[in-house]
């Protein structure tokens, strides 16, 4: 009885200590970019037309299949008094993504710049079941001037985005060092199932969203396992000490 007591211990403090391990990050890329190292049949939605809608419908939203969180939508806002219409676009360019068009009619658009390039553009990403957003790449407006990576890229040090979680506030947030080649959201990243991100009036930089990277949220479950794996493995070198 002993041995099989700490036997189970063992084993749940094992699991424990590989917990965070096993989160691994899925990655979705939303540009053909060969900067954009991430594999392209993790893209299973459907493209927004080319450049600027012209040569179809642009799409109210887009629809990615994910491992980690399910249905992925991205929807797009503009909330200007004039010009509420706005639509998703998933560039067929390289050194692109993701960007908002705003118009009136879902036919062409009126608004000539396809990227997340005004205040109030946002781009809306809402998952099926809670996910842990610990990454971004973003590409430039401009992104066939300069180099889009290293210290002369677009989106420097002091360039800022906006990002919301699950309609929480809206929080300026830095591009970072490699020109948003990633962005990491921090050591532990953002959790939640709605990720708003949009454009800073604090530093006007136009950006596409060119790919995301989630994780999983471990199940309160898991953690009460591994909570109770812990105790049995206290009590057992206690046992041992006695």
Same mark, same amino acid.
């Given at each position: 009885?002993?041995n099989?007591?700490l036997?189970?211990?063992?084993?749940?403090?094992?699991?424990a200590?590989?917990?965070?391990?096993?989160?691994?990050?899925?990655?979705?890329?939303? /540009?053909?970019?060969?900067?954009i190292?991430?594999?392209?049949?993790?893209?299973?939605?459907?493209?927004?037309?080319?450049?600027?809608?012209?040569i179809? /419908?642009?799409?109210? #939203?887009? /629809?990615?299949?994910?491992t980690t969180?399910?249905?992925l939508?991205? /929807?797009?806002?503009?909330n200007l008094?004039?010009?509420?219409?706005?639509?998703? &676009?998933q560039?067929?360019?390289?050194?692109?993504?993701?960007?908002?068009l705003?118009?009136?009619?879902?036919?062409g658009?009126a608004?000539?710049n396809?990227s997340v390039?005004?205040p109030?553009?946002?781009?809306?990403?809402?998952f099926?079941?809670?996910?842990?957003?610990?990454?971004?790449?973003?590409?430039?407006?401009? #992104?066939?001037?300069?180099?889009?990576?290293?210290?002369?890229g677009e989106?420097d040090?002091?360039?800022?985005?906006t990002?919301?979680?699950?309609?929480?506030?809206? &929080? #300026?947030?830095?591009?970072?060092? &490699?020109?948003?080649q990633?962005?990491?959201?921090?050591?532990?990243?953002?959790q939640?199932?709605?990720?708003?991100i949009?454009?800073? &009036?604090?530093?006007?930089?136009?950006?596409?969203?060119?790919?995301?990277?989630?994780?999983?949220?471990?199940?309160?479950?898991?953690?009460?396992?591994?909570?109770?794996g812990?105790?049995?493995?206290?009590?057992?070198?206690?046992?041992?000490?006695?």
């Amino acid at each position: 009885m002993f041995n099989a007591s700490l036997k189970i211990a063992a084993l749940a403090a094992a699991a424990a200590l590989a917990l965070p391990a096993t989160a691994a990050t899925e990655y979705l890329s939303f /540009t053909t970019s060969n900067v954009i190292t991430l594999p392209s049949s993790k893209v299973t939605g459907t493209a927004g037309g080319k450049d600027g809608c012209l040569i179809g /419908t642009c799409p109210e #939203r887009l /629809t990615f299949n994910t491992t980690t969180g399910g249905k992925l939508t991205v /929807t797009a806002e503009d909330n200007l008094l004039l010009d509420k219409m706005a639509y998703v &676009q998933q560039s067929s360019l390289k050194n692109s993504g993701l960007g908002v068009l705003t118009g009136t009619s879902l036919l062409g658009a009126a608004d000539v710049n396809p990227s997340v390039s005004a205040p109030a553009e946002n781009l809306v990403l809402s998952f099926s079941k809670a996910v842990t957003l610990n990454s971004l790449w973003f590409f430039p407006d401009d #992104r066939f001037k300069g180099s889009l990576t290293g210290p002369n890229g677009e989106l420097d040090a002091f360039d800022e985005f906006t990002i919301s979680v699950d309609g929480g506030p809206t &929080q #300026r947030a830095l591009f970072g060092l &490699q020109n948003g080649q990633p962005r990491i959201l921090g050591a532990s990243g953002l959790q939640g199932t709605t990720f708003r991100i949009g454009f800073s &009036q604090a530093s006007p930089e136009s950006f596409y969203l060119a790919a995301i990277g989630i994780a999983p949220i471990p199940e309160p479950s898991t953690y009460a396992l591994v909570g109770l794996g812990l105790a049995g493995a206290a009590w057992v070198a206690r046992r041992r000490r006695g």
